[in-house]
């Protein structure tokens, strides 16, 4: 027999047992053969019978050696050439023995990690959460990995054996770690593209559209301002278009803060198809909405957001087919609204990002999948809604869009305001929103600096104040200031306006430019459904 090893291993425990259990055998055979020879000598012998019993006992005996040498090399081949480094363990936590992968994944000989505490083997941190696991009792399949310095991560499980022994198994996956992180990098990098594409196409179509309106106008110019008027209406469309792109660009790089009240659900809705762009006048919107319902949402992030998604549906769906926007049963505290288009066909990519992030909805958004689909995520996320992805009966998928509220009845609009100040050194702006606001029927003052506009208030009351962020002189926040020191009460009805992506300090309420008629009323607490 061969002489075990002064280290044992797994191994070696195993051959020894075998060889216990030989020795067994043996006095077995032992005990045998003397009941056999008392009892020859208390009758004649028959001498075949006899040799035969022991000719089958040495073969038995022949028989168990060489199961146990083949066992002994199975499992020496086993140890030694696995691909995963195999580390048996002391109670204390000690090396007591290694296979050769084990040698070249620490660079050191056996000899050199015989004896060795395991945790000084790795690096600091993941030392010393190994020791913590193999002390609590650890047992299977760990769900972190241990650094083996400079740069190697390994995966590991641990298993005890019966004499008090502890087996450390390791797998490197550093290189898989790298090519999933190569993948991941790939992914992002094209994701970004198809995110520049788009952009590219949101901004340069429309603006195609408007530079090619204007040279035709300046070729030909319309007779009359009837004539004129289509051509309006086409150059304020897409630079509504563009104005769109761009602030779906703030919205994700500077998100603000929601501003949450009671809007009604059908309400919502409605000003979202009212403003519908030619992409979504390629379906037919099919809205069945109750009226009784409303949900706690920021006005302008609820609108966006639908929009967005919208857009996102009718995009994958053949010209001509059925958008269907219905609510549908919700859990408790949470209105849940579906999106659900006529053979609409989500790429696949779409579908399983959806998917993951219906069910971790902590997740990071990639731009990548399309900017109004990320943005709409964020703004919901940001509401204390989600956005969720089912499968409809006929084997569709189904955009479900929930936000907090519940069926309730919507609180009266505000009246319209009666005067506003607006207050901006660009005289073309000022007579533009006067004509927006005066177009409502409000009174409507304007001054172009701070000063002015503050002389203005001491000698005339007015329900809303529009200050530029900029002015000559005093700008707004000094103005906004001295408002909220000498009238307090006007301080929640002064609103400020620019046209950088800055975010808004802190307590001001900020409209950014360029705006509509619609923003500008929703801004000043005139035309929204509750106040800005």
């Known amino acids: 027999m061969k002489r075990p ?35 020859a000598d208390a009758r004649p012998p028959d001498r075949r019978a006899f040799m035969r019993a022991i ?3 040495k073969a038995t005996v022949a028989a168990r050696q060489r199961d146990i040498a083949d066992r002994e090399e199975y ?41 060795q505490p395991v945790h000084t083997l790795f690096a600091p941190q993941s030392g010393a959460a190994l020791t913590g696991l193999l002390w609590s009792g650890f047992v299977g399949v760990g769900d972190a990995e241990l650094l083996v310095p400079p740069e190697r991560r390994m995966g590991f499980s641990v298993a005890r054996l019966a004499a008090g022994e502890l087996l450390l198994v390791l797998r490197d996956v550093t290189q898989r770690r790298r090519l999933e ?53 086409v150059l304020t469309e897409h630079c509504r278009r563009i104005d769109a ?52 949402v920021d006005p302008e992030h609820g609108e966006l ?25 919700g859990g408790r505290g949470m209105v849940r609204l579906s999106l659900r288009g006529e053979q609409a066909c989500l790429p696949d990519e779409v579908v399983a990002a959806l998917g993951a992030r219906s069910r971790d909805p902590a997740r990071p958004v990639d731009p990548g999948l399309g900017l109004g689909l990320a943005i709409a995520w964020v703004l919901l996320t940001d509401n204390g809604g989600r956005l969720d992805l089912e499968v409809s009966p006929d084997g569709g998928t189904v955009l479900v869009v929930g936000l907090p509220g519940e069926a309730t009845a919507v609180p009266a609009p505000r009246a319209a305001a009666p005067s506003v100040l607006v207050v901006d050194d660009d005289q073309l702006l000022c007579e533009t929103v006067s004509w927006m606001l ?71 309420r900020l409209l950014r430019k360029p705006f509509d008629r619609t923003r500008l009323l929703e801004a000043l607490g005139l035309d929204a459904p509750c106040p800005r």
């Open 5 to 39: 090893p002064s280290n044992p291993s797994p191994s070696n425990v195993r051959i020894a047992r075998l060889e216990a259990e030989v020795a067994a055998g043996r006095r077995t055979i032992d005990v045998l053969v003397a009941r056999i020879e008392r009892e």
């Open 55 to 57: 000719g089958q006992l």
């Open 75 to 115: 499992y020496r081949a086993l140890f030694h050439q696995s691909p995963d480094a195999i580390l048996a363990l002391d109670g204390d936590g000690n090396v007591l023995s290694c296979n050769r992968t084990a040698e070249l994944t620490f660079g050191r000989h056996l000899a050199e990690l015989v004896g």
């Open 181 to 233: 992180l190569e993948l991941e990098r790939a992914r992002r990098h094209a994701g970004y593209g198809r995110l520049a594409a788009e952009l590219a196409a949101e901004i340069t179509n429309p603006l195609s559209v408007v530079v090619g309106r204007l040279e035709l106008l300046r070729q030909r110019p319309p007779p009359d301002v009837a004539s004129l008027l289509p051509v309006l209406e």
């Open 245 to 296: 792109t761009v602030g779906n660009l703030r919205t994700l790089g500077q998100p603000r803060a929601p501003r949450a009240c009671p809007v009604s659900l059908a309400d919502l809705v409605a000003r979202v198809v009212g403003r519908a762009s030619p992409r979504l006048q390629r379906v037919r919107l099919d809205v069945a909405l109750p009226d009784d319902v409303s949900v706690l």
């Open 305 to 329: 957001a639908l929009r967005n998604l919208l857009l996102f549906v009718a995009g994958y769906m053949p010209p001509d087919r059925s958008l269907q926007i219905r609510q549908v049963e």
């Open 438 to 508: 005066s177009g409502r029927g409000m009174n409507v003052r304007t001054t172009r600096t701070a000063e002015d506009a503050l002389r203005l208030m001491a000698a005339q009351r007015f329900d809303c104040v529009l200050a530029d962020l900029v002015l000559p002189g005093m700008d707004g926040i000094t103005m906004l200031d001295e408002v909220a020191r000498r009238w307090p009460e006007m301080t929640d009805r002064l609103v400020l306006t620019t046209g950088t992506s800055e975010p808004a300090p802190k307590g001001v």
